[in-house]
């Protein structure tokens, strides 16, 4: 009886009454199955199952919902029971599918090998874009790749046709493109790169919005730009391997409740101002930590007049304010751009479900900003960081009284933020004024298509030869200097200089490793005109370039068409499907390989408080190149150098790593692993003895990171006790016994005079995550649970 009960309560929050309920019976009979991408025929979109969780929180919580909650609570596994509060509680989510890049891909595939299930519970993708560098252009940068990477693809290739995976060959293009626009992706990191750290993050949002991103879908994706998909009304988050494969593995997903953050966008583009130019603005509002815990809902009348691509650019910054996601409203620029790249039938059922897949009238936002578009103006932000903004009318008075290089070495288009069919066109609509003039660039200038089926429809239609012409090379469909992949020749590192990009992010010596690179951040268009013109201080809307013959000009405002009136060129196919069954295949990893291993599980809690750990590293500042190569690019304050540690055993220095052996602590600064949602960062100091991270903040996905490898990331209630850690310190971590949600724990401070101190350190663990961290990780609790 109290089943029957509990299932008449359950179809009353569904269906409500009336007529209402009438037309709801009648919908969900009239729709068709429709299949959420060509690769995967049986599995299918399903929006009746989202509609009816929206129904059962919204009568709960007794208030309009924002479009984020809707995706959101839509993919509740437990719409009646779950606890819902913003910013507050943790929610048990479903997501409908996963999608890997290739640097990401290696630890995440490990780690499912070692749940001992036999394939993938979700709909799964594999994307090599991350491991291509740019060097010389792009049919030899992937050769050299395919050679380099060899044992790397062939072990992604072979554990998804075991698994159940999807793999797309490199070449394909950005993990974020593909998935929106239908054809491939490739990013490039080397594992073997020092360098390497927060890049694992931009082909995968353009794979994405190829293929598999749709109004409504909930995607999680092991690149912190996978956000690209909310510019196709998705919820796509960028989260950790281990997070990946909880999903896979069939298992309810957390996340923190997110809060959410309105931009009510006005007016409308035109000129020269362009949709980079509207996250661009965000930055410098809300900085890289105002979109912390929050997703960013945009809103208005202004939506209509920016393309699906240009949304998905806003969206894939959104992951530099710190944001969890952010997401667009369903229009009818969205349904244009699904019937192009081969959905119609996905854009059809989004019609009929389209209350679900937009904002409720007087839904509430934690914080609203409001952007006029028709008086938005283009930006540039930089250098250093992506939140300092600044009007191109101003950067060269900006750059003059700061002592900024005024001179443009490269100027670089493309990544899975700016390389749409739009970009490029509206890109080349300059090169071609500059040609006409008789013109080249002033400065270097690469072009980085975001997807094979980009470059394939740039190529036929013109723009890639434009483009050559002016000056520029063509790179591989990859990730390349984006996230570092880029073996740069024409300054020597320490050298000061500048560069402009269409990328997201322009941290100290992101994209070419030298610390001394002024990098900015700003739309194609003004890259392109600031290539031309070869300096910093050129301003496109009111100043003049000098033809061949003499004659002064100014540049037309771009002009580029929003998608190919010839439809899209897919290019070559480099999707490989997983068999139907791969129970009998063999995963490929060499004995001898000194990049691919086997797990082993860590060592369970020993049910103790954690004594007299050493401090192996106190650093200051910002730190955003977290790696494999553990905190080797961290500042030390004991001794001012970086990659130099004391063996409090031995009183030597030595590198980093090399501090295995011993049970440790770090202690750190804001934001603690800030652009890495790669695994190796949380794995590679639990292997080597690390035990806890206390900082004074962290960055979303690596804190999740920590905890899934067993790991304890503490912060500091009071963030002054940062001052009282020295670097000869020992730490004990008490409170363990009685470990639970909301209760701080103390460390005791014992200083190398004998004297102690204590002090007070939160957390955010929720009971599951400390089931984690007594099991010794979350892999190892999965295993207790089967």
């Keep these: 009886m109290a089943s029957y009960c509990l299932t008449v309560t359950r179809l009353r929050l569904v269906l409500g009454s009336g007529a209402r309920r009438f037309h709801v019976c009648s919908a969900f009979s009239a729709k068709a199955k429709v299949a959420m991408s060509r690769f995967e025929p049986n599995s299918t979109v399903n929006y009746g199952k989202m509609h009816e969780n929206i129904n059962i929180v919204r009568q709960r919580l007794g208030r309009p919902l924002t479009l984020s909650e809707k995706i959101v609570y839509g993919h509740l596994d437990d719409p009646v029971g779950q606890d819902i509060a913003r910013g507050r509680t943790y929610l048990r989510l479903r997501p409908d599918r996963v999608a890997m890049q290739d640097a990401t891909a290696q630890m995440a595939m490990l780690q499912f090998i070692s749940s001992g299930l036999p394939r993938v519970a979700v709909p799964s993708t594999i994307h090599c874009d991350h491991l291509i560098e740019a060097q010389i252009g792009g049919v030899e940068d992937l050769q050299r790749a395919k050679e380099v990477n060899e044992e790397v693809y062939n072990f992604l290739a072979s554990a998804g046709a075991k698994y159940g995976v999807g793999f797309w060959k490199p070449g394909s293009g950005i993990i974020h493109q593909v998935h929106q626009f239908k054809n491939s992706s490739l990013w490039r990191i080397s594992s073997q790169d020092k360098t390497l750290t927060d890049c694992l993050v931009p082909f995968l949002g353009q794979i994405i919005l190829e293929n598999y991103a749709y109004p409504g879908v909930m995607l999680i994706g092991t690149d912190s730009h996978t956000p690209n998909g909310g510019g196709l009304g998705s919820i796509c988050i960028g989260v950790g391997g281990a997070d990946a494969v909880d999903v896979m593995a069939g298992i309810p997903w957390e996340l923190k409740c997110p809060n959410v953050i309105g931009v009510k966008l006005t007016g409308s583009l035109s000129g020269w101002t362009s949709p980079k130019d509207v996250i661009l603005k965000v930055a410098g509002i809300l900085t890289v930590k105002g979109g912390t815990g929050a997703i960013v809902e ?149 072009v980085t298509p975001g997807s094979e089926q980009i470059r394939a429809t740039i190529e036929r239609d013109g723009y890639s030869k434009i483009l050559r012409d002016v000056g520029g090379v063509v790179l591989a469909n990859a990730c390349g200097p984006c996230i570092g992949q880029w073996d740069r020749k024409d300054v020597k590192k320490g050298e000061k200089n500048t560069i402009v990009t269409s990328y997201n992010r322009n941290f100290t010596a992101r994209n070419d490793a030298n ?141 980093v790593p090399d501090a295995n052996g011993v049970n440790w602590v770090v202690v750190g600064d804001d934001n603690y692993g800030e652009g890495s949602s790669r695994e190796h960062a949380a ?104």
């Design 515 to 655: 610390p001394a690179t002024h990098a900015f951040v700003t739309s194609p268009e003004i890259v392109t005109a600031m290539a031309i013109a070869g300096t910093l201080d050129f301003n496109p809307e009111t100043d003049y370039l000098t033809a061949a013959n003499g004659e002064k000009f100014m540049l037309e405002p771009p002009t580029g068409d929003e998608l190919p009136s010839k439809d899209f060129d897919p290019g070559q196919d480099t999707y490989q499907h997983p068999p139907a069954d791969g129970a009998a295949l063999t995963v490929i990893v060499s004995p001898s390989s000194n990049r691919l291993q086997l797990l082993e599980p860590f060592d369970r809690w020993h049910g103790k408080d954690m004594e007299e750990m050493r401090v192996l590293i106190k650093f200051r500042g910002h730190l955003d190149n977290i790696s494999n190569n553990m905190l080797i690019g961290a500042v030390n304050i004991d001794n001012e150098a970086i990659n130099k540690v004391k063996n409090l055993l031995t009183g030597e220095f030595g590198g």
């Design 298 to 446: 945009y809103h208005g009348p202004g939506v209509d007049s920016i393309s699906c691509t240009g949304m998905a650019t806003i969206c894939n910054m959104g992951a530099e304010i710190g944001a969890t996601t952010s997401v667009f409203p369903y229009n009818h620029r969205m349904k244009t751009y699904m019937e192009k790249t081969g959905r119609g039938e996905i854009a059809v059922l989004a019609d009929q479900f389209k209350e679900d897949l937009v904002p409720d009238n007087g839904c509430e936002y934690d914080q609203v900003i409001e952007i006029n578009l028709s008086e938005l103006k283009p930006h540039i932000n930089g250098p250093f960081t992506p939140d300092l903004a600044h009007p191109v009318s101003e950067i060269g008075a900006t750059a003059k009284k700061s002592g900024w290089p005024l001179e443009v070495k490269v100027g670089l288009i493309g990544s899975c933020t700016n390389s749409s069919y739009e970009d490029m066109g509206r890109a080349a609509s300059l090169a071609k004024q500059a040609l006409d003039k008789g013109l080249k660039c002033k400065a270097q200038f690469t």
């Design 683 to 786: 794995l590679e100091p639990r292997h080597l003895g690390g035990r806890a991270i206390i900082v004074k903040s962290f960055a979303r996905i690596h804190e999740t990171n920590l905890k899934k490898q067993g790991l304890l990331p503490l912060t500091f209630a009071d963030p002054k006790d940062y001052d009282k850690i020295r670097p000869d310190d020992k730490i004990s971590i008490t409170g363990l016994k009685t470990f639970a949600p909301g209760k701080p724990v103390t460390a005791v401070i014992k200083h190398s005079n004998g004297s102690q101190e204590s002090i007070t350190l939160n957390h955010t663990f929720n009971k599951n995550q400390i089931e984690w961290f007594q099991a010794g990780s979350a892999l190892n609790r999965m295993k207790e649970l089967q």
